[in-house]
């Protein structure tokens, strides 16, 4: 499902501490992906899991 708003191949996944990790995602369809976390969110809270969004942009010259 998530290659459907996602580009997989450029996804990054990255340690920080014995209870958190970084996910960086390449996004192209940011309602698709809002729609699927509404409707997958439950399951992230059933298993206590805490998530937070947010956008990276490039930096300006």
Known sequence: ???K???VEHTIVG?????????????FDPTLMADFMAEIGHR??????????????PIPH
């Open 1 to 3: 499902m998530q290659s």
């Open 44 to 57: 992230f809270d059933e298993v206590g899991i805490t998530h937070e969004g947010h956008a990276l942009c």
């Open 5 to 7: 708003f996602v580009h």
């Open 15 to 27: 340690k920080v501490d014995n209870h958190r990790a970084m996910v960086v995602l390449d996004v």
